[in-house]
């Protein structure tokens, strides 16, 4: 066997410089053609394998459902949020989607998020706080001031260990303080509804 | 790196005395500088330099054409983009439509205030119009921030694999990575001149894998000045190449990040509704007793009509004592007392605002006070409204006795068609006790000598019993 001859070797090295660059145009086609000619969302449904996803034990409940409120009247509930994220990230939450056949009513259920551990979404029996809860908030200020997931409160900062878990506690009070009866009285019947979301976003940081 | 790796134990392996005395040609054909081994090296460290400056090429020129380029940093758009992936991004002419379905790089709100570009696709128009919706393809759910068009600062062409990688773990202090890097791309170009083809020379296992480039024992004058004049291009290249890449730390940094939400929809709040407390039929009447009205001293004045129903008994008043109809079983009468009824059946199901005391007296606030025993109003009792003509006072026992000394009265606005004083047996009021407000009792009332009632007195199963008494009966407005 003997060594490669000059000629083959500078043939090799001259030609290795042009296969390379087209190497390189051909990965840059391709992948450029997948990412961004086909007009649909991949069928490859990588999420499924569970990157990221974020449950509650509410089981298709929703977390408050009062009827026949009279003033004064006060509620709980508790809502164990569980994260199975493989990637740190970051959950808040926020309200979505208040609608209110009189917008008084909105102004005056009292609504206060607390962060913390223990308790179920059947009972908030041992449900401790974390520090730092805002105070409560009528609806009609949640809404416009924790309205998506940038200006979202109650954060946890999630390790990236599926099955992290963290309990949400959402209490309110229908506060009639300062209103007259009568009022009191046209509020009768109303009805206001809100949506509470969590939402986890993984974190700006490379994770492979 | 790994050729490095595996460069180093490779002569101590094969190098060794039993190798050498087999067959140095062949040996020397394999291992040698010019043989097989340091040209495969040498061309695969070649390929790799050059498809290195072919990719960043690739990423920066069409900045030229003001293209955007940003390095992905998450990997919510796999598996087409990855983290350290380059997406160059051409500007959305004002007169293209949004392109649904293709990937954007958009401006979204950022945790903790601000922006920050992220890439993903346009899955979706929004629920208003003008806003779109956008998704990771590897996310589960939607992005939750629609995006409008003036969000939108470019649309996906180019995707260029790997070339941000390095400045990505710069960036995030992944520096064990980018050594590694580093370390690769500078073996890479010293291979790469170390096994450029030369003149043949036949100096022999001076050229050995071991052997030090350019360290003076190889090859004449001439040819070294040749190798020199080689290696400084392949050197600027290569310190060219890193300084490039690294360069792309400054470019603008993209998100595509994973999300994922919960949510807890449709709380709803529905407030009850509860009667506003009606005197109804009743309110012409300052009187109504069930079963009977008697009067035993001459100077009762009442303002106002009275009446029995179902009871058709009036005794010791005369004509002049009574301003208005004196009804006994009639129509307007039982019409009176089923309103009445109707009315303490909308005070017991008023929710209790708080437990009254045995002994009331001071200021009270509206509300539905209620004790189960009975109550005696002791004193001065003040019933004060805030300013609220509409307040609503409901003070309920098992007797309401108002104690001779006391009084009642009105404060801030407060009604006497809106306070109601409410026993499940017997009312009495003492001797010159002034009070505002209707008496509503099941059994009994009792008004004895000098009593002055500002509102009504509504006995619905029992009499009514005064004694020299006067009753204001208060207008209806309110």
């Not at chain 1, 086609?29 to 991949?42: E, I, L, V, Y």
């Not at chain 1, 409120?69 to 208040?98: H, I, K, W």
């Not at chain 2, 090296?41 to 072919?54: E, I, K, P, S, Y």
């Not at chain 2, 009604?415 to 006790?433: A, H, I, L, Y």
């Amino acid at each position: 066997m003997s060594a490669p001859s000059r000629n083959f070797r500078r043939v090799a090295a001259l030609a290795a410089a042009p296969i390379a660059i087209l190497a390189a145009g051909a990965l840059v086609w391709q992948s450029s053609s997948a990412a961004f000619t086909a007009s649909t969302r991949n069928a490859g449904n990588e999420w499924s394998t569970g990157q990221v996803d974020l449950t509650d034990d509410d089981k298709g409940m929703a977390g408050f459902d009062v009827t026949n409120l009279v003033p004064g009247q006060t509620g709980e509930r508790c809502l164990v949020v569980r994260s199975g994220s493989s990637v740190p990230g970051e959950v808040r939450a926020y309200t979505q989607n208040l609608t209110a056949t009189d917008p008084v009513l909105a102004d005056r259920i009292k609504f206060r998020v607390e962060k913390g551990t223990g308790g179920t979404f059947a009972s908030c029996t041992g449900f401790v706080a974390d520090p730092g809860a805002l105070p409560a908030a009528s609806l009609t200020y949640l809404s416009t001031a924790n309205m998506n997931y940038a200006t979202g409160g109650g954060s946890w900062i999630t390790a990236g260990t599926p099955g992290e878990t963290r309990t949400y506690r959402g209490s309110w009070t229908f506060d009639t303080t300062g209103m007259t009866q009568q009022q009191i009285d046209s509020l009768q019947g109303s009805t206001v509804s809100v949506d509470l979301v969590w939402e986890l976003q993984s974190k700006d940081v490379a994770t492979s | 790196v790994t050729a490095i790796g595996t460069l180093t134990p490779a002569p101590s392996a094969l190098g060794s005395g039993r190798a050498r005395s087999e067959n140095p040609d062949v040996r020397r054909s394999i291992l040698g500088r010019d043989g097989w081994f340091a040209f495969v090296l040498g061309t695969v460290a070649q390929t790799f330099l050059v498809l290195m400056v072919a990719l960043l090429a690739f990423a920066t020129l069409p900045l030229a054409l003001g293209w955007d380029a940003s390095v992905v940093q998450t990997g919510s758009m796999r598996p087409h983009i990855q983290a350290g992936d380059v997406v160059l991004s051409s500007p959305l002419p004002e007169t293209a439509p949004v392109p649904l379905g293709s990937v954007v790089q958009f401006e979204a709100p950022a945790a903790g205030g601000g922006e920050h570009l992220v890439v993903h696709r346009i899955v979706a128009p929004g629920a208003t119009d003008g806003t779109w919706v956008t998704r990771g393809d590897a996310n589960a759910t939607d992005d939750s921030t629609a995006i409008t068009r003036d969000d939108i600062t470019g649309q996906g062409r180019l995707l260029v694999r790997w070339v941000g990688l390095p400045s990505m773990w710069l960036s995030t202090g992944q520096f064990g990575s980018f050594v590694a890097w580093l370390l690769a791309t500078f073996a890479a170009a010293w291979l790469m001149i170390w096994t450029w083809p030369r003149r043949a020379t036949n100096t022999g296992d001076e050229d050995d894998l071991l052997a030090t480039p350019g360290a003076g024992r190889t090859g004449d004058g001439s040819q070294r000045a040749r190798r020199t004049m080689r290696r400084t291009p392949a050197i600027l290249l290569a310190a060219t190449l890193v300084a490039a890449t690294v360069a792309a730390v400054s470019l603008e940094h993209s998100s595509a990040a994973f999300t994922a939400r919960t949510s807890s929809v449709n709380n709803a709040f529905q407030v009850g509704s509860w009667s506003n407390l009606s005197l109804g039929r009743a309110s012409t009447y300052s009187i109504l007793a069930a079963t009977r009205i008697t009067n035993s001293e001459s100077h009762t004045t009442i303002l106002g009509s009275i009446a029995v129903a179902p009871g058709s008994t009036v005794s010791g008043l005369n004509g002049a004592d009574v301003t208005g109809s004196v009804d006994k079983n009639t129509l307007g009468a039982r019409n009176a007392r089923t309103d009445a009824i109707a009315l303490r059946d909308a005070i017991s199901v008023r929710s209790t605002s708080g437990a009254a005391p045995a002994a009331v007296t001071g200021r009270l606030t509206p509300g539905t006070w209620r004790r189960t025993g009975p109550i005696e109003v002791q004193g001065r009792l003040t019933l004060d409204a805030g300013g609220d003509p509409s307040a609503i006072f409901v003070l309920s026992g098992s007797s309401v006795t108002f104690a001779p000394g006391s009084s009642v009265v009105l404060a801030n606005g407060a009604s006497p068609n809106k306070v109601f004083f409410v026993s499940s047996g017997e009312v009495v009021v003492n001797s010159g006790v002034p009070v505002h407000g209707v008496l509503l009792a099941q059994s009994n009332i009792r008004l004895e000598r000098d009593a002055m009632l500002t509102g009504r007195a509504y006995s619905l199963q029992g009499e009514v019993s005064m004694k020299g008494i006067s009753v204001v009966q208060p207008t209806t407005a309110n």
